[in-house]
């Protein structure tokens, strides 16, 4: 009798890991082109590319979704088993994640201008008489709020970078905080020339110019994300990593 409810027992925890094992995993992001954007059906980017390829590597399944940044955020903070890239890692949000590991390019984040304006800043309160174009609860925005900077009066929130461009270029703003890669994409992608239409107005530096990651929140187990840190490492050890780079950034190289 005690030799069955021994086995009995071991069968319960065999069948209850491999239920932990099995948990899928929702991936969220936003509309981030060139990193992670909707195309054909399906979510596609250089981050997400890795991504899939960590999951392919620890034998995960996943659904990705598109969401806006703030929804993203906010599911990635209070669900257990969500993973949110590509986030900025800043010291405001270093205890609420559980971080995996970086998933883009370096990168650096400014605010823009428009070259015709000939707006230039020496120092960021300069910026403070300026109508800003932000990404709703981005690292971005959530900096310049930790700054001074007041939403609804500085800063002007929207959930699609694209639309951030086209507001600066009708003059309906002064200033674009976004990143480096994005903001050229999205001016290419527009038809235009990054070099002939913005100018750096001001580096924010304090954000630092490294890639972006991959995190879970407190809800999600420690062992997954520790899973998922060995298999980001396996990618970046194999090369897979900077291939996918290679195929993003440096076409036909």
């Given at each position: 009798?005690?030799?069955l409810?021994?086995?009995?027992w071991v069968?319960?925890m065999?069948v209850?890991?491999?239920?932990?094992?099995?948990a899928m995993?929702?991936?969220v992001?936003?509309e981030?082109?060139?990193?992670?954007?909707?195309?054909?059906?399906?979510?596609?980017?250089?981050s997400t590319?890795v991504?899939?390829?960590?999951?392919?590597?620890?034998d995960?399944?996943?659904?990705?979704?598109?969401?806006?940044w703030?929804?993203?955020y906010?599911?990635?903070?209070?669900?257990e088993?969500?993973?949110?890239?590509?986030i900025?890692?800043?010291?405001e949000r270093e205890?609420l994640?559980?971080?995996v590991?970086?998933v883009?390019?370096p990168d650096?984040?400014?605010?823009?201008a428009?070259?015709?304006?000939?707006?230039?800043?020496d120092?960021?309160?300069?910026?403070l008489?300026?109508?800003?174009?932000?990404?709703?609860?981005?690292?971005?925005?959530q900096?310049?709020?930790?700054?001074?900077?007041?939403?609804?009066?500085?800063?002007?929130?929207?959930?699609?970078?694209?639309?951030?461009?086209?507001?600066?270029k009708l003059?309906?703003?002064?200033l674009?905080?976004?990143?480096?890669i994005?903001?050229?994409d999205?001016?290419r992608?527009d038809?235009?020339?990054?070099?002939?239409?913005?100018v750096?107005?001001?580096?924010?530096?304090?954000?630092?110019?490294?890639?972006?990651?991959?995190?879970?929140?407190?809800?999600?187990?420690?062992?997954?994300?520790?899973?998922?840190?060995?298999?980001?490492?396996?990618?970046?050890?194999?090369g897979?990593?900077t291939?996918?780079?290679?195929?993003?950034?440096?076409?036909?190289g």
């Amino acid at each position: 009798m005690k030799m069955l409810r021994l086995l009995l027992w071991v069968g319960l925890m065999c069948v209850s890991a491999g239920g932990r094992a099995a948990a899928m995993v929702t991936c969220v992001t936003e509309e981030n082109r060139p990193v992670n954007f909707w195309e054909n059906g399906k979510v596609t980017g250089f981050s997400t590319e890795v991504v899939e390829a960590v999951l392919k590597e620890i034998d995960v399944q996943a659904d990705f979704q598109i969401m806006p940044w703030a929804r993203a955020y906010a599911t990635a903070l209070h669900k257990e088993n969500v993973l949110i890239f590509s986030i900025m890692r800043i010291p405001e949000r270093e205890h609420l994640f559980k971080w995996v590991g970086v998933v883009s390019p370096p990168d650096g984040s400014y605010l823009y201008a428009l070259r015709g304006r000939n707006l230039k800043l020496d120092k960021l309160d300069d910026a403070l008489r300026y109508n800003i174009a932000t990404i709703n609860g981005d690292a971005r925005e959530q900096y310049l709020e930790s700054k001074g900077f007041v939403k609804g009066r500085q800063l002007h929130g929207n959930a699609q970078p694209k639309t951030n461009y086209d507001k600066l270029k009708l003059g309906r703003v002064d200033l674009w905080a976004m990143s480096e890669i994005v903001a050229t994409d999205i001016v290419r992608r527009d038809g235009g020339d990054p070099s002939q239409m913005l100018v750096r107005a001001l580096q924010l530096t304090e954000l630092g110019s490294g890639g972006s990651y991959m995190a879970f929140g407190p809800k999600t187990d420690d062992l997954l994300v520790e899973r998922f840190r060995k298999g980001l490492e396996a990618i970046k050890a194999n090369g897979t990593f900077t291939a996918l780079q290679k195929k993003w950034f440096q076409p036909g190289g």
